[in-house]
């Protein structure tokens, strides 16, 4: 279970991004977390495996408090804890596999990593990976060689090959298609559903949220401004939407491009 409790960060311009953040997500579950840009989605996320540090309060994941741990501990936490970025965060000129073996990073010794040594059984766990998301046959395509569906698909079997509890998808579709955002959060339903995996996605739009999530929190200003589950999702219509999260936020459906 991951707990937050009372979380705030300030940033060193002054900048509140979150404030007093409360709220609980049992394992396997699906939490979208929603909101303006600016409201603090992408800061919460990265304190979750402190990417970014805290100003004050605590995050509780299955009863140890990450916000108090050493650093050799952290990273023992950081694995298990898998990141999916919005702009895939691949090196683009390494190829498929090399950019999926980086998940296997928290397990071995640091001076392999420096030259690129992983052993037959993390270059197996990375061929699976890739064989679940579907782009086996690109293993050795250089990643900028790949569409972004298909290098956002890298970055989800990135975060799979760390053999994670949770992951954390940091706005994952908003540089894609409706087509493609269907598909890119069909594979991480797949994981929750199937391998059990916690996911915390923070989307922008009401129809995937309803469609996938099985819990939503929302935030604005980055305080939390709303707590639901399945049923309060499906129930919530545009105008309800867009009066707690603002005219930003849309309907899939009604984006165009």
């Not at 683009?92 to 990073?105: A, I």
């Not at 954390?168 to 087509?179: I, K």
């Not at 797949?190 to 099985?214: E, F, P």
């Not at 999260?245 to 899939?252: D, N, P, T």
């Amino acid at each position: 279970m991951l707990k937050v409790v009372n979380l705030t960060k300030i940033y060193d311009n002054g900048t509140r991004a979150l404030d007093n953040v409360s709220f609980e997500v049992k394992d396997g579950e699906f939490l979208a977390i929603i909101g303006l840009s600016g409201s603090g989605k992408s800061t919460l996320l990265r304190c979750i495996n402190r990417l970014v540090e805290p100003t004050s309060g605590e995050i509780w994941l299955d009863g140890v408090n990450v916000t108090a741990v050493s650093k050799s501990e952290l990273r023992a936490i950081r694995r298990k804890i898998g990141m999916v970025f919005q702009q895939f965060n691949l090196v683009k000129r390494s190829s498929v596999m090399t950019n999926v073996l980086t998940g296997r990073l928290g397990y071995i010794n640091p001076l392999f990593s420096l030259v690129n040594y992983f052993s037959a059984q993390d270059r197996q766990l990375a061929m699976e990976a890739l064989v679940r998301v579907g782009i086996a046959d690109k293993a050795r395509n250089r990643a900028d060689e790949l569409s972004g569906g298909q290098q956002q698909r890298v970055g989800i079997a990135r975060a799979l090959v760390q053999q994670p509890t949770m992951i954390l998808a940091d706005e994952p579709v908003a540089s894609l298609d409706p087509v493609l955002a269907h598909s890119i959060l069909g594979y991480l339903e797949q994981l929750n559903k199937q391998d059990g995996i916690t996911v915390l996605c923070s989307l922008h739009y009401l129809d995937l949220v309803q469609r996938y999530a099985t819990q939503v929190i929302g935030l604005r200003d980055g305080r939390v401004v709303f707590e639901g589950d399945n049923a309060a999702i499906r129930a919530m219509d545009d105008a309800r939407f867009k009066s707690i999260y603002g005219e930003e936020a849309e309907r899939l459906g009604s984006v165009t491009g």
